[in-house]
């Protein structure tokens, strides 16, 4: 336990820079918000691209998933927005495979 508590009194200065728990929980909300507007806009910009090719539209989604996924590494979860997106995309995908 006091390894635990040292750990995190340390972990609060990093390379010279003041680091508080509220900081970390805004940070993460934050990225998770631009998660989810990123997946909206390729959603959106897929739906619309009705002229760009199947393969071009993979790629677009498939850069959108692996986003995703660092997003979900680094705040470690989605919000039920995301998952909701990411089924989206999934059914997409599918669709284009056929």
Not at 28 to 49: F, I, S
Request: hydrophobic share 40%.
């Amino acid at each position: 336990m006091e390894q635990l508590e040292r750990q995190e009194t340390s972990s609060r200065v990093r390379m010279g820079i003041p680091w508080s728990p509220a900081l970390t929980v805004a940070t993460k909300a934050a990225t998770l918000r631009l998660a989810e507007v990123y997946l909206e806009r390729t959603l959106e910009d897929t739906a619309k691209g009705k002229k760009k090719s199947s393969d071009e539209v993979r790629r677009q989604l498939n850069a959108a998933i692996e986003f995703g996924f660092k997003v979900h590494q680094f705040v470690g979860g989605f919000s039920p927005q995301c998952n909701e997106l990411l089924a989206k995309m999934e059914v997409v995908l599918t669709n284009i495979r056929k």
